[in-house]
């Protein structure tokens, strides 16, 4: 885990919102899985589109912040066809937690 990432990642208001948002997409965005394939799961995960909507941000730019908090570890993902899914990476989360709790 880079801390060092993982804070750059999240310095930026949009960012931080969209790792909130993903933290319940149920309540926070519209419903997903439009394009995931009957019998397939990526659970709470959220179409790069649905995020571009909400914050009226382009894909081009969504796709790039959404690029850096996986990078980070924040953040994993899924390709279904032409559409990519992402979702929180609840344990480099909870160790992000840890590090900050017994570190800082």
Known sequence: MNELEIFKALSNPIRL?????LKEPQNN???QG????E????DRSV??????EKTQI??????????MMQRAGLLESRRF????YYRR???NISRLSEFIRNSL
């Open 47 to 52: 179409c790069v589109g649905s995020i571009c």
């Open 29 to 31: 965005l519209p419903p």
């Open 58 to 67: 382009s894909q081009s730019t969504i796709s790039h912040y959404l690029d």
């Open 81 to 84: 066809g032409k559409w990519t």
């Open 89 to 91: 990476n609840e344990r």
């Open 17 to 21: 919102n969209i790792i909130k948002w």
């Open 39 to 42: 019998g397939d799961r990526f």
């Open 34 to 37: 439009l394009h995931v394939p």
